[in-house]
């Protein structure tokens, strides 16, 4: 990792902060576990598995997890340098799994939480810091938002495909089907990750150097919006909105400020091809009462029961991943998750794992906001800075979406967070060397 275990503290000078970064110092690193972690990231999003199923007893995602993992260890280890640097996010991840352990004897259901926090979290968890010690320059970073950017578009395009086809999900609220991948084949989740990762996509535009990236990506971006739109998700559009606000709060001083005019004009220009009842299920985000599926009103009533539910056990919690046991004690079996990652945290974890999360949180957007403040004033490291707002802006979306989804424990934050992470230390390291220049 590139900064030690004080970058969160307030100081006029960097380079105080952030001594040689240990794996800079002895040598170059091997290159192995990034493009292990690119390949995860593939197989991930896209899910080769799903349409050549001979490769499915392969286990690709966890073969390159596996091969990340060692090849960073064998890296660091060959070169006398620690296979984790300890730092305040690290230290509240770890202080979370440890409080996650804690809470186990006290689970609804011991067994399955030991495996819930096996099988999903832990992996969860591994990518996350691999993250921010494999993506330790801007090259890396940079190639890692293209990577994401590109994959969104198998990903918009299918969502688009399967809307006009008339691919839909079964079931009362018949959506469009998204991707055949875990993360995205829900339309709620596809739209989701394409809102992440749109933000990357605004990042790499405002720093695109030629006029074929500019054409690219903003035709990227058009087909995201569009399959967001595709997917009728209330929260996805609640997002956009308030990544679009966002964007142009950090634009309005800005000689890319014109872009916010242009998006404007062709939101407004675009509202006709809406689909005729888009408009009639996003009003049902302020009148609940008028969603004929129901989901709207199961979901607040689901929040509620969660808060109630979770006040009965505070400190420990139901368990890690029990959520839907937890509920089902409460108000029926019903066999549905609560639609909320603070009330995920609350209910499995009490108060504590809430506030280790909410902490953690924190410390990845502060992080960045300490990068795009000192970034701008020094006006050598836009390309780094527009990163750094896209994922400052990435981890707000996910902290609006976090109100309506499942997903405390999946992927969704903490690839972004681990990036954001990340960005920090690689302007810390540049900072460092353009001083000592």
């Not at 040689?20 to 290159?31: D, E, I, L, Q, Y």
């Not at 974890?349 to 000192?374: H, M, P, Q, T, V």
């Amino acid at each position: 990792m590139n900064s030690d275990a004080q970058w969160w503290r307030a100081t006029s000078r960097t380079p105080a902060l952030t001594p040689a970064a240990p794996c800079a110092a002895k040598g170059a690193g091997s290159n192995v576990p990034f493009y292990a972690l690119l390949a995860f990231t593939f197989i991930m999003l896209l899910s080769p598995q799903s349409w050549l199923p001979a490769l499915a007893p392969l286990r690709l995602a966890l073969l390159s997890a596996l091969v990340a993992v060692l090849a960073h260890a064998y890296s660091c280890l060959r070169r006398g340098l620690p296979v984790i640097t300890f730092c305040p996010v690290v230290t509240i991840t770890l202080s979370l799994l440890a409080w996650i352990v804690l809470t186990i004897p006290f689970s609804m259901w011991p067994g399955g939480s030991v495996e819930y926090l096996v099988a999903n979290y832990s992996k969860t968890l591994i990518i996350f810091v691999l993250l921010m010690h494999v993506v330790d320059s801007f090259h890396k970073l940079n190639k890692v938002c293209w990577w994401l950017v590109l994959m969104s578009i198998p990903l918009a395009l299918t969502t688009i495909f399967n809307y006009v086809s008339g691919q839909y999900l079964e079931g009362a609220d018949a959506r469009v089907h998204g991707y055949q991948a875990g993360l995205t084949a829900n339309p709620n989740d596809m739209a989701l990750m394409l809102n992440l990762i749109f933000c990357l996509c605004i990042a790499l535009l405002l720093s695109a150097d030629s006029a074929f990236k500019r054409l690219l990506l903003l035709a990227i971006a058009a087909v995201i919006v569009a399959a967001i739109v595709a997917t009728f998700s209330r929260a996805g559009f609640l997002t956009l909105g308030v990544i679009a606000i966002c964007y142009a709060w950090n634009l309005r001083n800005s000689r890319h400020r014109i872009w916010v005019a242009v998006a404007l004009f062709f939101a407004v220009a675009a509202l006709p091809l809406a689909p005729s009842n888009y408009l009639q299920r996003i009003n049902s985000i302020v009148n609940i009462e008028t969603d004929a599926t129901g989901s709207a009103q199961s979901r607040l009533s689901d929040m509620k029961t969660a808060l109630k539910r979770s006040a009965a056990q505070p400190i420990f919690g139901a368990g890690i991943g029990m959520d839907i046991l937890a509920l089902n004690e409460a108000r029926g079996e019903q066999w549905l998750q609560v639609h909320n990652v603070y009330l995920q945290f609350l209910l499995d974890l009490g108060i504590l794992g809430l506030g280790l999360f909410l902490a953690l949180y924190y410390k990845c957007y502060e992080g960045l906001s300490k990068l795009i403040r000192r970034g701008r004033s020094q006006h050598t490291m836009s390309a780094l800075v527009n990163i750094g707002i896209g994922l400052k802006i990435s981890l707000i979306a996910f902290a609006v979406s976090a109100m309506f989804y499942p997903v405390a424990y999946n992927f969704y934050f903490y690839y972004m967070a681990g990036l954001a992470v990340a960005a920090w230390r690689i302007y810390a390291k540049q900072d460092r060397e353009g001083v000592a220049r």
